[in-house]
């Protein structure tokens, strides 16, 4: 049905830049709101930043004036830019979209990806 494909994550120092690229394919008529989020070992999944098919952004308070999220429509690609990375950043980032109508598909789902590693040494 969709697939999420996320690419960009790595080992990086502290201070660092990385950039998540997460794109989606499939039967996709419409994507509403993209999305990160992460977790980290022996924690939950928590929410790093989602943009809406209008732009609209939030993000974790954590992250915010370090990350920025972006997403290209056309594409059906969300972006992550992640700046001044710190050790505490280090983890699996997935990609998400939300309440996404696809052909063939009543209704509309949400679709997870497979998780990018993202490790920030001191």
């Known amino acids: 049905q969709v697939q999420l494909v996320e690419s960009g994550g790595g080992l990086v120092q502290a201070g660092g830049s990385l950039r998540l690229s997460c794109a989606a394919s499939?039967?996709?008529?419409?994507?509403?709101?993209m999305g990160w989020y992460r977790q980290a070992p022996g924690k939950q999944r928590e929410l790093v930043a989602t943009?809406?098919?209008?732009?609209?952004?939030n993000y974790a308070g954590s992250v915010k004036g370090r990350f920025t999220i972006s997403r290209d429509n056309a594409k059906n690609t969300v972006f992550l830019q992640m700046n001044s990375l710190e050790p505490e950043d280090t983890a699996v980032y997935y990609c998400?979209?939300?309440?996404?109508?696809?052909?063939?598909?009543?209704?509309?789902?949400?679709?997870w990806g497979q998780g990018t590693q993202v490790t920030v040494s001191s």
């Open positions: 998400a979209v939300f309440r996404t109508i696809v052909v063939g598909v009543i209704g509309h789902r949400d679709y």
């Open positions: 499939g039967s996709i008529v419409s994507i509403n709101g």
């Open positions: 943009v809406t098919d209008a732009g609209s952004t």
